[in-house]
Structure formats: structure tokens, C-alpha cells
Nanobody
Framework: QVQLVESGGGLVQPGGSVRLSCVAS????????IGWFRQVPGKEREGVAC????????RYADSVKGRFIISRDNAKNTVYLQMDSLKPEDTAVYYC????????????????????WGRGTQVTVSS
């Protein structure tokens, strides 16, 4: 069965770092681009980062560029999001999803039937 599971979230101090993981099962991750998205209740979902299938390229939202790094380890069926220099405004539920693409200069999730989401992991940036 197709499944994505995020982990690594928690309470982080401003300026701190955390690495999120997205472990996939039920499909060959190598063939899919993977995106990280974040959601705050009452606000529009934001595409944070996108990594293509191999050979890979990466794309970041302006709000996180220079602070976050997306990477993949296909052998482990895992995509990571390294988050550095965290700010309170980074607080959100972070989701990984298949697939991601760039449209109107924004990171968006790809269309069905290839759209799958994890259940999310909460990241809270606070003192």
C-alpha cells in the first residue's frame, strides 16, 4: 500500500535546527518528485521545498531559501528536510507529498493519481 510517514518534528528554539524525514512505502520513490508542504490552520498551504526524481534538482520557497535543504536517499526510500535558522513563523504541520511541481513560481503538489500525502509532523518554533 502506498504510504508516506513523516517524523522528526517537535518543539524547537528560534535559531535552532531540525531534520524531518519522509519515509515512503508501496511505491518506488526513485521515480517521483517529493515535496514538503506546511499548513497552519486558517492559512493556505505553502509549498516549502521540492526535489525531483534522479537526476535531481531542488526548489525552495522564498520564505525558506537559504535555511532549508531538501535531499533524498532512494536506497532508504526517504526524503529529508533539513531546517536551520528556524523562526517562529516556521511553526506549522509539515507534510511530504508526491509529486511536486513548479507552477506560477510556486511549489505545488502534482495531480492525481500520483498525489499521496503523509499525515504530517508538527514543528513548533518557540522559546
Amino acid at each position: 500500500q502506498v504510504q508516506l510517514v513523516e517524523s522528526g518534528g517537535g518543539l524547537v528554539q528560534p535559531g535552532g535546527s531540525v531534520r524531518l524525514s519522509c519515509v515512503a512505502s508501496g511505491f518506488i520513490l526513485d521515480y517521483y518528485s517529493i515535496g514538503w508542504f506546511r499548513q497552519v490552520p486558517g492559512k493556505e498551504r505553502e509549498g516549502v521545498a521540492c526535489i525531483s526524481s534522479d537526476p535531481s534538482w531542488t526548489r525552495y520557497a522564498d520564505s525558506v531559501k537559504g535555511r532549508f535543504i531538501i535531499s533524498r536517499d532512494n536506497a532508504k526510500n526517504t526524503v529529508y528536510l533539513q531546517m536551520d535558522s528556524l523562526k517562529p513563523e516556521d511553526t506549522a504541520v509539515y507534510y511530504c507529498a508526491t509529486t511536486c511541481l513548479i507552477s506560477a513560481d510556486r511549489i505545488r503538489v502534482g495531480p492525481h493519481p500520483h498525489e499521496y500525502w503523509g499525515r504530517g509532523t508538527q514543528v513548533t518554533v518557540s522559546s
